[in-house]
């Protein structure tokens, strides 16, 4: 899961105060488990290294809080980079799926061709999977099987965001 | 890569007033298994039943071996369906008063076999799918898992070019619907057959060599895509 | 009935009518079938009234005193009698004179017409009125003073007059006295052959409209079935979905009773405007008879709830569908072969005791004799399909097909054929009686229609001096080509030795006309022949004999002179015999009697229209008592005549009832089977194989059906025949009639059903469920 994209992701829309970047965050796509403010520098001055935000302004007072961070345009390449490339099909995956179709909706990309390069990812790895089982024993075709109904798991939930992705557009955009 | 088999081209449907297909493109290749995925009413089966000539597209066209089956006539159509092509549906398939072998052996009649080479061609191809021992028995006293694989054996039996299936596990439980793929697809791979699969279940779709997705009458070839 | 029991047949009764678009299809082609059959019945208990009807009619204005004399009182009336025909209708008619002060008057006139005035049926008056009655109203061109009433006629289409007259006297020949009409005697009924015959046919016609009546309660049956599976899917039991099914097809019955009875009384408003085999009958002489009517009325539901039970018994109705039971029953013979052998048994009694002259017989015995070799058939039939069809194996696959399917479900195919079966079955029994009965009802006359066409009978008012006169305006006729004239006269002989009492002929003519009598060889007027017939008595020349002429008697010598000539074949008489005068021979007072009638025979143009009522009119204006005949070689009783037609008709309306039942199962079963038909279609079944599948299908039941039918009908025709003591002669061209006539039906049911099968093979089919 990557705090750093979300990050570019949320500062695309505007600039923002690493105060405000914590509770979008937070509300957004971590409900119940609010990140520790030490992740939440760490991540902002790695990204300031790689050049991928720039610090926008001060406000009065002290504390990183008080800095405004703006996205640069190496930070929306490396979004969009990472937005369009599928993520490697396993368990447990729908979390960081999910902020990505959220980030897209946000940011005006095309949510439904993240779900639809996903869903390919995923029936590729069926299929090998699949001739694996197909041509194992018993035991691998227990284990194949595990995963086959892992991954189709998987899959009926990105068909079932993408029928509703409309009703997603609407929460998530002002 | 081979030359293609069947070409489906910018394929129109209507029933009544709803549009089934609007704008469906499919390419299949000699040998390979190409599962047609979308959900229910999307027009998956509308885009089977135009490739195999059983439906007239309103508009577009579909191009089997070089030759165009939508401008063929319905005796045409029939001839080429029995001959080139087979097909398994989801249910309600075999003849209910014919035998199962009578039943594999029913295209091959309809082309004019002789009917001990055609039962005896039949019971091959029962055995290869592992139900011999229902030959004699009547659809009615057989199971589900039993049928399908009788039917499937029915598409096979007069060796096609291309096996459309449609849903061909829809009526079956998990396992007895891998080993009808299973059989399904060895079968195909083993005579050189064609499949195109029409399936809404991603683990059946898994059988497949690619996936197209069928939304709203249209189909997209999302592997070409990405 | 406990309540429970009411309520499921009132939930039964709820679905056949909630069950959606479907359901009320259902229901309404049940209603619409039974009720078919139910109007059918209806009429046919509707016949015995509407017969005692006319009868009473025609008994109420009986005006024939057969010979016995009447005395002139304040009440008499003349009554000539003047039947005639125009065209092909006939045409009762009537001259009538006062003879009283207050004369008795024939029913349906409030007066008797005054001479040359006429009272005319309103079917008269409207032919009259029309172009077609020209020729016609030459003839009856009095005015139209009044108009006959209901209470005197037979029907609404008889065409009948009274005509006034002045001229008619008591002793005139075909004219009568009557003190009053009617008479309780004069109506005659069918003898008892005939009524054996209509008996057996309706028998023979409406057994198969109940099996018609039975298999439209059928109507639907697997989607009802499948409705029921539903019910028992949220927890009816066996017992609750039966009774829910007996619910809903008494429903289905009692609509059908209703419809029934709306189709009956609207039929019967247009009886009044059909006409049927010459007859036309009054809508209020259509009553159905009040016990049948309500035994009809309480027996099809009745019948709906046992054909419904007993259906399902073959049937187990799960929560998840519904399984089929048989298929590997064998069916027993010896039970089916039980009604049959008791139908003959029935008869076999009766063998050689009805003649035309016998009294009358069981009918009962008879309906139930018959009844069960005709339900022999329909019980016979599925064991004979099922021990034929599972013999049956190899060809081309549509037969295959049809070979299997009749192995797994024959009886579904062999009830459809079964009314079929028991139509033929009972109309070639039929079809046997009629081939031997006609011959006794066909009597030759011995006429000869080669050599003169038409027979006038006319009084001459001043006896033979008349005849030149009568026979120029019968030549002058239009169509007329020549005129053969002569006058009949009787001869009384001297009495036997044992008292009898001979009579001969006394043929009165010119030379001309006697020598197409016999070969009198040369000829002058004065001469006198005996006709050599060994089969007539002729008197000797010089013997002492009686002219009798009417009422007139003269004694006569036969000329010392005259000879014995060897006889010629007349065209009216046939063989010629006794004696042959020329009018010089006679006395005058014989000769020129006034009201002598001459009988000319004629020969016409055959290319000539009308002849017949051309010289009709010219009659009428010599003589309204006359007579025109045409010469005939053979006479059809009437009545039996109407028999035969009847039966043509209703076996025609009842094989098109039974096609209907038949289209309607094809198509359901067709409809059921939609899905398969499209996955046929799909891996490249053709048309053809399918359309032939569909007939093999249909005709090995049919043919199988025929063949039990005929063998049936064999053998009811062949105890009808015993009963009868007529020699039993197979009738093979009314047997091949009846069956190409079975299979005509046949082959329309498939043809009709074609287009719906080749609509069910496009490929929509698979896109259901």
């Given at each position: 899961m990557s705090i750093g994209h979300s990050f570019l992701g949320l500062l695309e829309g505007k600039p923002r105060h690493g105060y405000d970047l914590k509770r979008a965050y937070d509300e957004r796509f971590s409900p119940g488990r609010p990140l520790h403010h030490g992740q939440v520098y760490a991540t902002l001055s790695r990204l300031l290294k790689n050049g991928l935000v720039v610090v926008d302004g001060l406000e009065p007072g002290e504390g990183p809080e008080r800095k405004r961070y703006a996205v640069t345009d190496a930070g929306i390449t490396d979004v969009q980079a990472w937005l369009s490339q599928p993520e490697k099909p396993e368990p447990y995956l729908q979390s960081v799926l999910y902020t990505k179709v959220v980030l897209a909706l946000m940011t005006g990309r095309p949510a439904d061709e993240i779900l639809d390069v996903q869903r390919t990812e995923h029936l590729r790895l069926m299929r090998d999977v699949t001739r694996r089982k197909t041509g194992g024993d018993l035991a691998e075709q227990l284990i194949c099987d595990h995963a086959l109904f892992h991954l189709e798991a998987d899959l009926r939930w990105l068909e079932l965001t993408a029928a509703r992705l409309n009703e997603l557009a609407a929460r998530v955009r002002p | 890569m081979t030359e293609p088999l069947l070409v489906g081209t910018d394929l129109h449907k209507m029933y009544g007033t709803t549009p089934a297909l609007r704008g469906s493109s499919l390419t299949v290749r000699a040998g390979e298994i190409v599962a047609v995925m979308g959900s229910s009413g999307s027009g998956k089966s509308t885009l089977l039943h135009c490739l195999a000539g059983i439906v007239r597209p309103d508009d577009g066209t579909v191009v089997y071996a070089g030759r165009e089956i939508s401008a063929m006539s319905d005796v045409e159509r029939s001839a080429l369906r029995r001959r080139d092509f087979g097909f398994v549906f989801q249910f309600g398939q075999l003849v209910p008063e014919l035998t199962c072998v009578e039943n594999v052996a029913l295209p091959l009649r309809l082309d004019g076999v002789r009917r001990k080479e055609a039962e005896r061609r039949a019971r091959v191809w029962l055995d290869r799918l592992e139900v011999g021992d229902v030959a004699a028995k009547l659809p009615g006293q057989i199971s589900g898992g039993q049928g399908q694989r009788v039917a499937v054996a029915r598409a096979l039996v007069t060796e096609p070019k291309v096996v459309f299936a449609d849903e061909p596990t829809g009526a079956l439980d998990s396992l007895n619907g891998e080993k009808v793929m299973q059989l399904l697809g060895q079968a195909a791979r083993d005579t050189g057959a064609a499949v195109v699969l029409v399936t809404h279940e991603p683990r059946v779709a898994a059988y497949a060599d690619r996936e197209v997705v069928v939304r709203d009458g249209a189909s997209l070839d999302l592997e070409r895509v990405a | 009935m406990s309540p429970s029991w009411l309520r499921e047949l009132l939930l039964g009764a709820r679905m056949a009518l909630a069950g959606g678009r479907s359901g009320l299809a259902r229901a309404a082609l049940t209603a619409v079938g039974v009720g078919l059959g139910v109007a059918m019945l209806l009429a046919a208990v509707s016949i015995p009234h509407m017969m005692q009807a006319r009868s009473d009619r025609g008994a109420s204005r009986a005006d024939q005193n057969y010979g016995t004399q009447v005395e002139r009182t304040d009440r008499s009336t003349l009554v000539g009698e003047t039947d005639m025909a125009y065209r092909t209708d006939g045409i009762r008619g009537r001259l009538l004179q006062a003879e009283g002060a207050d004369p008795a008057l024939p029913p349906g006139l409030t007066a008797l017409p005054r001479p040359g005035e006429m009272a005319v049926s309103p079917a008269l008056a409207r032919l009259l009125l029309s172009p077609d009655g020209a020729l016609l109203r030459e003839r009856l061109h009095y005015p139209a003073t009044a108009i006959i009433g209901d209470?005197?006629?037979?029907?609404?289409g008889e065409l009948a007059f009274y005509l006034g007259s002045d001229k008619l006297t008591a002793d005139t020949p075909g004219v009568g006295r009557r003190n009053a009409f009617g008479d309780e005697n004069t109506s005659e009924g069918l003898d008892p052959v005939l009524l054996l015959l209509v008996v057996i046919i309706f028998v023979v016609l409406l057994l198969p409209v109940a099996m018609f009546v039975a298999s439209a309660i059928r109507f639907g049956g697997d989607s009802r079935d499948r409705r029921l599976a539903g019910v028992r899917l949220v927890g009816a039991d066996t017992g609750m979905a039966r009774r829910i099914a007996a619910g809903e097809a008494m429903l289905s019955a009692l609509l059908g009773v209703a419809a029934g009875a709306v189709m009956f009384f609207a039929g019967r408003s247009f009886v009044g405007s059909v006409e049927l085999m010459d007859i036309t009958v009054f809508p209020s002489d259509v009553q159905p008879d009040p016990v049948l009517a309500a035994l009809i009325v309480l027996a099809v539901p009745a019948a709906a709830v046992v054909v419904t039970v007993l259906s399902l018994r073959r049937v187990m109705i799960e929560p998840l569908g519904v399984v089929r039971r048989g298929g590997d029953t064998r069916r027993r013979l010896w039970w089916r072969l039980i009604m049959p052998v008791l139908g003959v048994l029935l008869l076999l009694p009766m063998v050689g005791s009805v003649s035309r002259s016998s009294e009358g017989f069981s009918e009962w015995q008879v309906i139930g004799g018959v009844c069960l070799i005709l339900l022999g058939v329909a019980t016979l039939l599925p064991w004979l399909v099922q021990s034929v069809v599972r013999r049956l194996h190899g060809g081309p696959v549509a037969w295959q097909l049809a070979v299997r399917r009749l192995q797994l479900d024959g009886s579904m195919s062999a009830r459809a054929v079964t009314g079929v079966a028991v139509a033929v079955a009972g109309a070639i029994g039929l079809q046997m009686m009629f081939a031997a009965v006609e011959a006794n009802y066909q009597q030759r006359t011995g006429q000869d229609p080669s050599r003169a066409q038409l027979y006038v009978a006319t009084a001459m008012p001043h006896g033979w001096s008349d005849a030149a006169g009568v026979v120029a305006k019968l030549a002058a006729t239009t169509g007329v080509t020549s005129v053969n004239p002569r006058a009949m006269l009787g001869l009384e002989l001297p009495a036997l030795p044992n008292g009898e009492q001979p009579g001969a002929a006394l043929f009165l003519g010119d030379c001309a006309a006697l020598s197409r009598i016999a070969e009198i060889g040369a000829c002058t007027d004065g001469d006198a022949y005996l006709v050599d017939n060994p089969e007539a008595p002729t008197p000797a020349a010089g013997a002492a004999v009686t002219i009798r002429d009417g009422e007139a008697q003269t004694p006569w010598t036969v000329p010392a002179g005259a000879r014995t000539v060897p006889p010629l074949s007349d065209p009216y008489y046939g063989l010629a015999s006794g004696v042959l005068v020329t009018p010089?021979?006679?006395p005058a007072a014989v000769r020129d009697r006034p009201g002598l009638q001459l009988q000319a025979l004629l020969t016409v143009d055959?290319?000539?229209?009308d002849v017949a009522d051309h010289v009709t009119n010219t009659r009428w204006e010599l003589d309204q008592l006359g007579a025109t005949w045409e010469i005939n070689p053979t006479m059809v009783d009437n009545k039996f005549a109407q028999v035969r037609k009847g039966l043509f008709a209703g076996a025609a309306v009842t094989l098109l009832l039974i096609g209907a039942s038949l289209l309607v199962v094809v198509l359901e079963q067709l409809r059921d089977r939609r899905r398969l038909l499209a996955v046929l279609v799909a891996f490249g079944t053709r048309r053809r194989t399918m359309s032939w599948a569909i007939l093999w299908q249909t005709a090995v039941p049919v043919v199988l059906g025929l063949v039990l039918a005929c063998a049936a009908g064999l053998a009811l025709g062949a105890v009808l025949l015993r009963i009868i003591g007529e020699p039993v002669a197979i009738d093979w061209a009314g047997i091949g009639i009846v069956s190409a006539l079975a299979g005509a039906v046949i082959l329309l049911v498939t043809a009709l059903s074609l287009p719906v099968l080749w609509r069910l093979m496009r490929a929509e089919g698979l896109r259901t469920e």
């Open positions: - | - | 209470k005197g006629l037979q029907g609404p010089a021979a006679l055959p290319a000539a229209v």
